[in-house]
C-alpha cells in the first residue's frame, strides 16, 4: 500500500516514471546503493523524528549523520526519533521504505543540504525494494512545500 500511495503522489507531480524497483531489498542505504548500482552517499536516507507532538521527516546524504547541535539550534529542540513501531502510523510509510512522497497530513519534509554534496539521488518509493531517480534541481518540484535545512554531518 505504501508504493501505491507514493505512486499516486509522484503521478500527481509528474514524476512516477522515476519509480525503480530493484530486485534486491533498498532498506538500508548499504542494501539500496547496491541494489541500485550507485555509491551510498547517494542515497537520500529519510529518517524520521518527533517535534512535540509532530511527525517530522528529514531526508539526507546517505553517509550523512545527524548533528545534535545544529538539529537543536535549528529546531530547538532535541532530535528524537521516532520509535520503530510507531513509523509507519505517524508517517505513512513502514521503516525501509520511509520517503517523502504520500505521506500523513501534516508531516511536514525538510532536505538536508548535505544531499547537495551529488547531482542524482535516491530516495525510496514506499517499501524497502524501491527507489526514486531524482535530480537535486527536482526536489523543488517533487516536494515543494519541503524546506533546506543544516542539520547533518558527514562522517570524519
Not at 501534516?106 to 525510496?124: C, F, I, M, N, W
Not at 514506499?126 to 527536482?138: F, N, Y
Amino acid at each position: 500500500m505504501s508504493l501505491e500511495r507514493a505512486k499516486e503522489y509522484l503521478k500527481s507531480v509528474g514524476f512516477e516514471d522515476r519509480i525503480i524497483i530493484p530486485d534486491h531489498s533498498s532498506a538500508t542505504v548499504a542494501e539500496a546503493a547496491e541494489a541500485l548500482g550507485c555509491e551510498p552517499g547517494m542515497i537520500a536516507k529519510t529518517l524520521s523524528f518527533m517535534q512535540g507532538d509532530k511527525p517530522v521527516l528529514i531526508l539526507a546524504e546517505g553517509m550523512a549523520r545527524i548533528d545534535n547541535a545544529k538539529y537543536k539550534v535549528r529546531f530547538g529542540c532535541k532530535a528524537r526519533m521516532i520509535p520503530g513501531e510507531l513509523v509507519e502510523q505517524l508517517v505513512g510509510h513502514a521503516i525501509g521504505g520511509v520517503c517523502p512522497f504520500g505521506v500523513n497530513e501534516g508531516v511536514r519534509v525538510y532536505l538536508d543540504e548535505s544531499l547537495k554534496l551529488h547531482q542524482t539521488v535516491y530516495p525510496a518509493a514506499g517499501t524497502d525494494h524501491s527507489a526514486v531517480r531524482l535530480e537535486i534541481h527536482e526536489f523543488e518540484k517533487v516536494c515543494p512545500d519541503a524546506e533546506w535545512v543544516d542539520v547533518f554531518k558527514m562522517p570524519e
